[in-house]
């Protein structure tokens, strides 16, 4: 049986890789702070003799002892609103954060995987973004704070991986949505969802024609799982490269909510990337992985968790 350590295992996306992780029979430790997840993630776990929660800032070195195969690194602040609220934290999580799960990766010979994110290339001028493309980061905006952490991230990785040979993975996930993001959560499908269910004005930043390419969290999970089996160290974009305007999407989620509010359009914020969609090309060729799961679909999963 192989250990994974989860870090951010109580988060939206942790905890649906934790279930996954489970189901292919591994011994999983998870790792929160509960800054931005929730215990109620992970409660149906409770009984699980596989799983253990250990409540952890990974801005301090973790005490563990045992053998950890698979290290899965995705804990971070990741919404816009934190980046308000808790920049420092969120610079401090990747850059602490990162290099003490690399010297547990170093001390146990575990492979890791960093979770990145679209952001790194920030308000892109190439489009589909390729992962040879370094990007367009506004290293001291309002989005800074987490651009700049992962690409932190992302160059110590490399470092570890060139200087001390650590086994180590990146994934540049691209939006991803599906059950257990918090309403609260400010990012736009939570948004979007709890305003149609309580048929209010859905909120448009700017004029919505900004476009954005989403991943339904089954089909990421897989992908990161994929990941993590390779022998890859090169940055791998995950996302489904359907894209869209954030119009066409306020549009779906209306009709399947049966919502009628006439949209509401509000002030874009500061360096909002206008265009966003991966090539996945790199994934398909050295994990076989693409998704799976088609927009509506995954919005119709998504509207069962948001009705409850
Ligand atoms: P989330 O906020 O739901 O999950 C993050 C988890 O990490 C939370 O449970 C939080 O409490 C925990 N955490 C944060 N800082 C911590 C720390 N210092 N120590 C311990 N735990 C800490 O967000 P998510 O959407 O599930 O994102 C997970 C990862 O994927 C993040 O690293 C994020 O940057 C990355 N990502 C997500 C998306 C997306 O669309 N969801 C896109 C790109 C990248
Ligand atoms: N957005 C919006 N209304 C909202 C929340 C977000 O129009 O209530 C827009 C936001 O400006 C961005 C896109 O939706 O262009 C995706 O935003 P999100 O915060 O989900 O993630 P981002 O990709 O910007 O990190």
Known sequence: MKTALVCGAAGFIGSHLVDFLLQKNYHVIGLDNF???????????????????????????????????????????????????????????????????????????????????????????????????????????????????????????????????????????????GSRMRPEDGRVIPNFFSQAVSKQSLSIYGDGKQTRSLCFVSDLVAGLYALMQSTSHEPTNLGNPREMTILELADTINKITGNTAPHKFLPLPPDDPKQRCPSIDRAKTTLGWEPKVGLEEGLKHTLEYFNQ
């Open 35 to 177: 800054v931005t997840g929730r215990k109620e993630n992970l409660s149906h776990l409770a009984e699980n003799k596989n799983f253990r929660l250990i409540e952890w800032d990974i801005t301090n070195a973790p005490n563990i002892s045992e053998k950890i195969d698979e290290i899965y690194n995705l804990a971070s602040p990741a919404s816009p609103v934190d980046f308000t609220k808790r920049p420092v934290f969120i610079l401090q999580t990747a850059a602490q954060g990162q290099t003490h799960m690399l010297e547990l990766a170093k001390n146990t010979n575990a492979r890791i995987l960093f979770a990145s994110t679209s952001e790194v290339y920030g308000d892109p001028l190439q489009h589909p973004q390729v992962e040879s493309y370094w990007g367009n980061v506004n290293p001291i905006g309002i989005r800074g704070c987490y651009d700049e952490a992962k690409r932190f991230g992302e160059a110590i990785t490399m470092a570890y991986h060139r200087l001390h040979k650590v086994n180590t993975c990146i994934a540049r996930i691209f939006n991803t949505y």
